[in-house]
């Protein structure tokens, strides 16, 4: 019990079309991700005794990555319980990766986990636009972010 708790499963996921829902890629290779955003899952709760695993596990899912990684957007709905160490370290990495140019998101955080970032402050610094109700809502975002991008790049003529 103590090993899987402190040592939780962790997942890059994709969207399966046929079940309508994220997946891990690893279990159906044929999810669909987008290039530059990574959808990460921790199956479980983080606290002060897994919290350094978690940011393990994550900044090593963004260097295994083929093409270089724009958005982190964790998938937080397996996420029932956070700590104050919890929320220290997601808020060094979410620094981290902001110095790397790349955006950090939270996906499906449940309320009573949500009350712990929002007293930290953590939730005024990330920005209101980096949360998200689901993954759904989370790629849809990345997607029109993307295209905007792309369309500042287009020449003028």
Not at 12 to 32: C, M, N
Not at 81 to 93: F, G, I, N, Q
Not at 124 to 131: T, V
Request: proline fraction near 5%; aromatic fraction near 10%.
């Amino acid at each position: 019990l103590l090993a899987g708790a402190s040592k939780p499963h962790t997942a890059v996921v994709g969207r399966v079309k046929e079940l309508k829902s994220f997946h891990s890629i690893k279990d159906y290779p044929e999810a669909e991700t987008l290039p530059g955003l990574l959808l990460f899952r921790f199956d479980g709760s983080i606290v002060f005794f897994n919290a350094d695993y978690f940011k393990g596990e994550l900044k090593h899912a963004i260097h295994a990555q083929k093409e270089p990684v724009r958005w982190v957007v964790l998938d937080a709905a397996p996420i029932s319980l956070v700590d104050l160490t919890a929320v220290t370290k997601l808020d060094e990495l979410r620094e981290e990766l902001e110095e790397e140019g790349i955006t950090f998101g939270i996906a499906g955080l449940r309320r009573e986990p949500s009350k712990l970032f929002r007293r930290s402050g953590m939730f005024k610094r990330m920005g209101s636009k980096q949360l998200y109700p689901g993954l759904k809502v989370a790629v849809r975002c990345y997607k029109q972010h993307h295209e905007w991008e792309a369309s500042l790049k287009q020449p003028k003529g």
